[in-house]
């Protein structure tokens, strides 16, 4: 597609229920971001991947997030057994670092409209 | 970690007025980007600063990435309704890190 898309653009959840977030980065794209913005803050760097692997899980906030991708493409953002202080907007990011190294235009990074998830 | 302080927190302007924003870092950042964002939507990129003294047009929007490269401002002309949102900046360091920093952001509201 032409933007990055996200879904779902809602999701409401129980406390302790895992789930699955969702990102499909503009085509062509090798980086992939995503990031957690909570109500009224900035945003927080969550993890990043090139190409498949994910070379910086630094902002993890616990073991019961992780996320994967595949085919170079699509990644998904898990959350298990959910807590209310996951509350937050959660944004994807693509960029075409790494696809070509001899320019500073693929630091870009472009987001998807976000994923908003309430833990009741 | 890095930080990145943005001013002001939230601005009030008449419609026709002109506004500046700028962020300023304890550390060097490679490059500087602009996003708006509207209510319940994700940061649309407004412009992408990627050298050190570089001044940037984008329409209405000029920004600059700072000579010491820990400094970047954002001025909008002649503002107009639809500029409310909120601004972030957000700094790329150099090296393997990828990831954005982002300042906290400035609240503009444009009155009529």
């Known amino acids: 597609g032409a933007g990055v898309s996200q879904s779902p653009s809602n999701k409401v959840t129980e406390k302790g229920k895992d789930v699955e977030l969702r990102c499909d980065p503009i085509?062509?794209?090798?980086?992939l971001y995503w990031y957690r913005q909570s109500l009224g803050q900035g945003l927080e760097f969550l993890i990043y991947f090139q190409g498949n692997s994910a070379p910086d899980k630094s902002g993890l906030p616990s073991d019961r997030f992780s996320a994967e991708r595949t085919g170079g493409s699509v990644s998904t953002l898990t959350i298990q057994r959910t807590q209310q202080e996951d509350s937050a907007v959660y944004l994807c990011?693509?960029?075409?670092?790494?696809?070509?190294?001899?320019?500073?235009?693929?630091?870009?990074?472009?987001f998807g409209p976000g994923t908003r998830l309430t833990v009741l | 970690g890095q930080q990145l302080n943005q001013s002001p927190q939230s601005m009030f302007i008449q419609e026709g007025e002109d506004v500046s924003m700028n962020c300023t870092s304890s550390?060097?950042?490679?490059?500087w980007l602009w996003y708006k964002q509207d209510p319940g939507e994700g940061p649309v990129l407004l412009i992408a600063l990627y050298k050190a003294g570089e001044l940037t047009s984008n329409g209405r929007l000029t920004a600059q990435f700072g000579i010491t490269r820990k400094d970047s401002f954002l001025n909008i002309s002649a503002s107009i309704p639809s500029d409310v949102g909120i601004y972030f900046c957000?700094?790329?360091?150099?090296?393997?890190?990828?990831?954005?920093?982002f300042g906290s952001g400035t609240q503009l509201t444009v009155l009529p």
């Open positions: 550390s060097i950042f490679n490059t």
């Open positions: 990011a693509s960029s075409a670092y790494g696809r070509d190294w001899s320019t500073r235009y693929t630091d870009t990074q472009y």
């Open positions: 085509s062509g794209h090798t980086a």
């Open positions: 957000a700094g790329l360091s150099s090296g393997s890190a990828r990831q954005l920093t």
